[in-house]
């Protein structure tokens, strides 16, 4: 099974920055990417159009007590299977620490190849955050 990770520090409190990372829509809007959301809670899902490719990701877990938020990619061109993403917040001090994992299954390419494509996504997500906190 493969694995990527990625980590990074947004310049708002935990709340804050929760309000984003915790919507399971506005995360993907803020990101500057179409998304649609349906349903509410826990199975909703949310269809990403990025140019000509549609990908849909369902959320498997919401827990605001823990800053914690997971989801599964239910269909798109990306080249892996078994997709879960978590996303994790945690205080440090004035800041919040982002931590973006997935574990994964590759299809079609290598577990690197996988690891690195998926890095990048993390990378633009915690870019974005970074950015519409002002950092």
């Known amino acids: ?46 269809t990403l159009t990025i140019g000509t490719m549609t990908i849909v990701e369902r959320l498997e877990e919401l827990d605001d007590a823990q800053y914690k938020t997971s989801y599964s990619i239910v269909s798109g061109p990306i080249p892996v299977t078994d997709y879960l993403g978590t996303i994790q917040l945690t205080a440090a001090g004035e800041a919040t620490k982002v931590t973006w994992s997935g574990t994964f299954e590759p299809d079609g390419v290598t577990e690197e190849q996988a690891a690195q494509m998926t890095e990048r996504t993390y990378r633009g997500g915690i870019k974005a955050l970074k950015k519409h906190f002002g950092g």
């Open 1 to 46: 099974m493969g694995q990527a990770k990625v980590e990074g520090e947004i310049a708002a409190g935990i709340d804050d920055v929760w309000k984003v990372v915790g919507d399971f829509v506005a995360f993907i809007s803020i990101q500057g990417l179409q998304v649609e959301g349906e349903g509410e809670g826990i199975g909703m899902l949310r």
